[in-house]
């Protein structure tokens, strides 16, 4: 359930750059979006510990073999916290909207955050709530004006940091002795899709997003573009389920070098 909600919160923060596209309010956005990718990895260093209380528990009682079938399940909440989050993407979209509109008004991310959960706050989230457009859907036929490059950079990234923490400790369960060097070098692996998206997506998409503020590239075109992203977020995280063994093995062969 961690999980799920840990990655269904990165899935929609990805509205908010549609949002600042909308509303002109483009640092505001980014603000908002900053926010929600703190929740993220905040939520993220908690998770780590759970899993490695239970990788302590699976070798001391000898039951460690189904720590593999445990950490594909939470893979698998991954896998469907990305399609909730796609789905819920329209419905968000108009709250972020109303979210930034109100952060200029109360200009304090705790008073906005009250704001989010009182009468008023919840009543606009219920007429906020609505589906994805046929229309939206059909723009995943249009590959040939897509950044092929950026969203396969994308996919890689996401499942690297899918596996990342799991490939770690389940490295530790195949090779007990060495568990603590493998848990650590679960930052190392992070920072790899850490590096993939600050270097090569993030920066693509402030341009991209520079580029619809001058007319140079179209508000549909970039919309596309979110919509490819997110669905990259889906098909990595099925590819994090075939990587998960053998990155735990590249993990305990560089425990065993260092």
């Not at 640092?27 to 929600?36: D, G, I, L, P």
């Not at 510990?49 to 445990?70: M, R």
């Amino acid at each position: 359930m961690l999980t799920f909600i840990i990655y269904l919160i990165g899935t929609l923060a990805y509205s908010t750059r549609i949002v600042g596209i909308r509303t002109g309010r483009i640092a505001v956005s980014f603000a908002v979006f900053n926010v929600f990718v703190l929740i993220q990895r905040t939520a993220n260093t908690i998770q780590a510990p759970l899993l490695a209380k239970t990788i302590e528990n699976g070798i001391n009682t000898g039951n460690s073999g189904n720590l593999l079938y445990i950490f594909r399940w939470i893979i698998f909440s991954i896998t469907l916290a990305t399609i909730a989050g796609a789905v819920l993407m329209p419905t968000f979209i108009k709250v972020f909207d109303k979210l930034v509109t109100s952060f200029s008004a109360y200009r304090s991310l705790p008073k906005l955050m009250i704001h989010a959960f009182s009468k008023s706050g919840i009543e606009q989230f219920r007429n906020s709530i609505s589906i994805p457009k046929r229309e939206n859907l059909s723009e995943l036929r249009n590959f040939r004006k897509t950044p092929k490059k950026v969203i396969l950079l994308n996919v890689i990234a996401f499942s690297i940091s899918s596996v990342s923490v799991l490939s770690s400790l389940y490295a530790g369960c195949l090779s007990p002795n060495l568990r603590t060097t493998c848990s650590t070098l679960a930052s190392v692996v992070n920072s790899v899709s850490t590096i993939f998206m600050v270097i090569f997506i993030d920066p693509y998409l402030s341009m991209m997003t520079d580029d619809v503020i001058k007319g140079e590239c179209t508000e549909l075109e970039f919309n596309r573009c979110i919509i490819f992203i997110v669905a990259g977020l889906i098909v990595g995280s099925i590819l994090a389920q075939f990587i998960l063994v053998s990155a735990s093995n590249l993990i305990v062969i560089i425990a065993k070098l260092i």
